[in-house]
């Protein structure tokens, strides 16, 4: 494999823009997978919230994946490898947090023409709604419409809890309700068991790591940046949120940057 060249900028290691350019490959070796979490996908020049970004360079950020000879995969296919023990080098997972309409509408399209697999992450009791989580984002998608996409058989549901509550700072009684009414209702809604959880916010702690669990979680994900490797807690596993600003650059950048620069 011909590995992505480095500079230095500030001190870290950075692929060399010309490298990236080129589209020449990144290198994988004990780097371990990644997991890109997503919220909304669109062409609403009036959407102002955070991680919003065009279709377009959602469709760039794939398709430069798969031209620097990294894998995309089912998320359930890295934890799978995670729990057992099984090499994660040069694997990526797409996730979508929220179950914005965007994403039915703009971005599953893209992956089912380039045959992608993903997860979006529900929040269960607040479907074809106006989020009251975030204030000005396009609406959720109905039970509906979340059936009509595991119907592409490339989209996987996820928990994201009932409520989009911060889990740490709730009672362990409305925390074990919130994690456990969501994945009934998931498990009902797609006809499988949901087993995988996005933490709203990416908030958690030890509490909600063992309440997950007991809820009946294999594992659970954050929003701390980072890769997955065999030393990862499948209780806070690290995605990388990703924005419009994720050039065909920084996208490198991030994806071969050495595990102890994080």
């Not at 490898?81 to 893209?110: K, M, Q, Y």
């Not at 697999?117 to 989580?133: A, Y």
């Not at 740490?168 to 009902?188: M, N």
Request: charged fraction near 20%; include cysteine.
């Amino acid at each position: 494999m011909v590995s992505i060249g480095t500079l230095t900028r500030k001190g870290r290691g950075i692929p060399s823009a010309t490298a990236a350019r080129l589209g020449r490959r990144l290198p994988v070796r004990g780097f371990g997978a990644a997991v890109l979490c997503y919220h909304d996908v669109g062409r609403d020049p009036a959407n102002r919230t955070d991680y919003y970004l065009s279709p377009d360079r959602f469709r760039e950020q794939i398709e430069w994946i798969r031209a620097w000879g990294l894998s995309i995969v089912p998320l359930a296919e890295i934890v799978d490898r995670l729990l057992s023990g099984r090499d994660l080098d040069g694997l990526v997972a797409v996730t979508f947090d929220d179950a914005l309409a965007g994403v039915a509408e703009h971005a599953i399209p893209i992956l089912v023409e380039l045959n992608v697999p993903s997860t979006v992450f529900v929040v269960t009791d607040e479907l074809g709604v106006d989020p009251p989580f975030w204030p000005g984002a396009a609406r959720t998608l109905t039970a509906t419409e979340l059936v009509a996409l595991t119907r592409t058989g490339l989209v996987s549901l996820g928990s994201h809890t009932q409520h989009h509550m911060s889990l740490p700072d709730v009672d362990p009684a409305a925390r074990a309700t919130e994690l456990g009414g969501s994945r009934a209702t998931l498990d009902a809604l797609s006809g499988t068991a949901t087993d995988l959880l996005a933490y709203p916010s990416g908030h958690h702690d030890e509490d909600c790591e063992r309440a997950s669990a007991a809820a009946g979680y294999r594992a659970a994900f954050t929003f701390s940046f980072g890769r997955v490797t065999r030393s990862t807690d499948p209780f806070a596993i690290p995605r990388f949120c990703m924005t419009a600003e994720h050039d065909r650059f920084r996208l490198a950048r991030q994806l071969a940057r050495p595990l102890t620069s994080w």
